[in-house]
């Protein structure tokens, strides 16, 4: 075989096995699912951060939820501003029964993620039923040494809703 023919040879072998590898490495991807988020410290992104969230809520997993709601939590709805504590008390009162979350987008800055998006909520608050239309919502996510807390979480509703 001519010198060049070898080379060919090698070039040729070489260029099959990082084909055979890319397709594996492709397949795997559709292979294995992506975990579900059960809890926020399962989480990596906004997005999860508010499906576990909202899950918490729902399966009343107050002991999560705790431990990813800042001291200094602000909690601003349509009724008016309210600190960690009376959130959570708040928060406590609603029987999530179903959510949907919809519009959902994410913005990172640094240690920190804004999330908005719109929540269709069925069952239950302290005073009655949730508005049959979505809600706007926003939180805001900081990466602290504990781990992802929320430091901020606003409600939007508007007139006649």
């Given at each position: 075989?001519?010198?060049?023919?070898?080379?060919?040879?090698m070039?040729?072998?070489?260029?099959?096995?990082l084909?055979?590898?890319?397709?594996?490495?492709?397949?795997?991807?559709?292979?294995?699912?992506?975990?579900?988020?059960?809890?926020?410290?399962?989480?990596?992104?906004?997005?999860?951060?508010?499906?576990?969230?909202?899950?918490?809520?729902?399966?009343?997993?107050?002991?999560?939820?705790?431990?990813h709601?800042?001291?200094?939590?602000?909690?601003?709805?349509?009724?008016?501003?309210?600190?960690?504590?009376?959130?959570?008390?708040?928060?406590?009162?609603?029987?999530?029964?179903?959510?949907?979350i919809?519009?959902?987008?994410?913005?990172?800055?640094?240690?920190?993620?804004?999330?908005t998006?719109?929540?269709?909520?069925?069952?239950?608050?302290?005073?009655g039923?949730?508005?049959?239309?979505?809600?706007?919502h926003?939180?805001?996510?900081?990466?602290?040494?504990?781990?992802?807390?929320?430091?901020?979480?606003?409600?939007?509703?508007?007139?006649?809703k």
């Open positions: 075989m001519p010198r060049w023919g070898k080379i060919g040879h070039f040729r072998s070489g260029a099959i096995v084909l055979l590898v890319a397709l594996l490495a492709s397949g795997a991807c559709t292979v294995y699912s992506k975990r579900p988020v059960k809890t926020i410290a399962d989480a990596t992104g906004g997005t999860g951060f508010e499906q576990a969230f909202w899950r918490d809520i729902q399966e009343r997993n107050w002991k999560d939820l705790d431990r709601i800042a001291a200094n939590f602000m909690y601003v709805t349509p009724a008016g501003r309210l600190d960690r504590v009376a959130a959570l008390a708040e928060i406590e009162k609603m029987r999530v029964l179903e959510y949907s919809g519009d959902l987008t994410t913005e990172m800055n640094g240690d920190t993620f804004i999330v998006y719109t929540i269709t909520l069925r069952g239950s608050t302290g005073e039923g949730f508005p049959d239309q979505p809600q706007r926003m939180t805001v996510w900081q990466q602290q040494k504990a781990g992802w807390v929320a430091i901020a979480h606003s409600v939007l509703r508007t007139e006649g």
